[in-house]
């Protein structure tokens, strides 16, 4: 199969001629959705939940009710599901693949175990289709303003023709190369180090608070050192107020620090800081705090070590 | 006994009242003491080590070849030496404390285990000087610029009488309470998050290149994201280079993470992280890379996934 690389000539002019089917509307998708409408191309979405798709059809998007209706000539296929068993079962079971070109190109934008997200594309390619693996990283709020960063894995050639696609959704995207799985490590190496980050604060305010130590002073102090993070400066406040407003929940990193200890397991790479934070935000999620603020991960630390038998 | 609090009445004028005992002239301690002798404190600096001591002449400060001679008269006793031991062999062995001035204020100024400080404060106490613990933060590059963040624990009358000396030396001076051994706790939560986060930057980038990425744009990724730290930024790339430049050793991380681990001991707060993180340390420098930089803790997690039998 031989596609010519298509000329860019302008955002609105490239994206017209495509006619994507996106597969997950919730808080990341939803806007994703939105911006690709927007930027001219074709977008029929779909989302099991229709709460969801009225959402998108009131922000003027064109929803669907069955997958195949959202894939039906598609030649684009974006999946921003919850999990790798939500894309096969659009996928497969619901007939989306199926309802494509022939030469549609999947775009697998969630986060997932590579190994999973190498199976996915042979799957894919076994139908003739292409696949990227393309997860992204910068939240919601990247997702709003369309400033996510983008990582890709796949056929060069279906990257490139995806490039004004990528840029529609993303301030910056990276290439790793044609082997479907490489993107999902990518986003599993920038997860293992923000759960542990986060875990590492927690670690750090929770030994100044046992020592006696006024937590404000030292959380000015190592925000403002070498001791510094990203998450640190973002959560570390949050991680001092005892029920502070959600941005991301504890049981997100379960899921995201789960994946990272699975990609460790395809590549046979041991990584011991990402599985005990893992068991941290296990244990927070364990004290029914799974829906709090992923902050929250210092109630584990704070319960380890505590006095209170009847807590 | 009183002693009513000096007016401020600009820095030279202060620090004119002052007879400074400064003991460890090594990479921090030297530039240190110099600052304060050009802000026209006599300063009278003692190393055990001739070549230290000869420097400080050179670069225009007063060296002394006795601890006695160091200390005479001293209305302020510095200790900038490697470790507790040394602390006590000057103030007590080598009769430092007793040919200083009855009412000499002792800095701590050395990273140390919280529980051992605090232990020193009682015995200096017991001869009617008084104390205070005042680790810094900012290594070689912020003793030079004069720009260390100094951390304070101890009499609150003592921490005022030394306002003008701590702005010498540094940028930004928190007082973190009465107790000593507090500002030492702050210290090792710093060095816990400093530790902690090089340990993470080396295992997510050698998950990386066991799964076969391009490093170089993995950590382009990391270092723009929510994965970022202020550690994945200074020490990322060098941490990818086979031998490269020590801007400070990995040995210094097996000394200050066991430091964070006695912290950890006498608040009795577990660590798992920071103990984890020592361990690579510890392993690095167990390969005969303890002078390292200490970015090549990453070679253990290298050797502890290596296929090869014979290395």
Known sequence: MHRSIEPTIGKADQQQQRTIGFFGLGSMGLPMAFHLASSGCVVRGFDINEIARSRFTEAGGESCVTAVEAASG???????????KQAYEVLFD????????EDCIVILMSTCPPGDVEALAKSVHATGRR???APVSGGVAGALKASLSIMVAGEKQAF????????????KVYYLGEQPGNASVAKAVNQLLCGVHLA????????????????????????????????LTDRGK?????????????????????????????????????????QFFLATSGQGAGAADDSQV???????????REE
Chains 1, 2 share one sequence.
């Open 74 to 84: 598609a030649t684009v296929i974006v999946l921003m599901v919850v999990n790798i």
């Open 94 to 101: 619901a007939a989306a693949l199926s309802s494509s070109v």
């Open 131 to 133: 696949f990227l693996d």
């Open 160 to 171: 490139d023709q995806c490039h004004e696609f990528f840029n529609v959704l993303g301030s």
């Open 200 to 231: 590492a604060a927690a670690e750090a305010l929770s030994l100044a608070e046992r020592a006696g130590l006024d937590t404000e002073t030292v959380l000015e102090i190592v925000s403002g050192s070498a001791a510094a993070s990203w998450m």
């Open 238 to 278: 949050r991680m001092l107020d005892t029920d502070p407003e959600v941005t991301s929940a504890v049981d997100i990193f379960v899921k995201d620090l789960g994946i990272v200890l699975s990609a460790g397991s395809s590549a046979k790479a041991a990584l011991p800081l990402a599985s005990i934070a893992h």
């Open 298 to 308: 210092i109630r584990a630390y704070r319960r380890m070590s505590s006095g209170n």
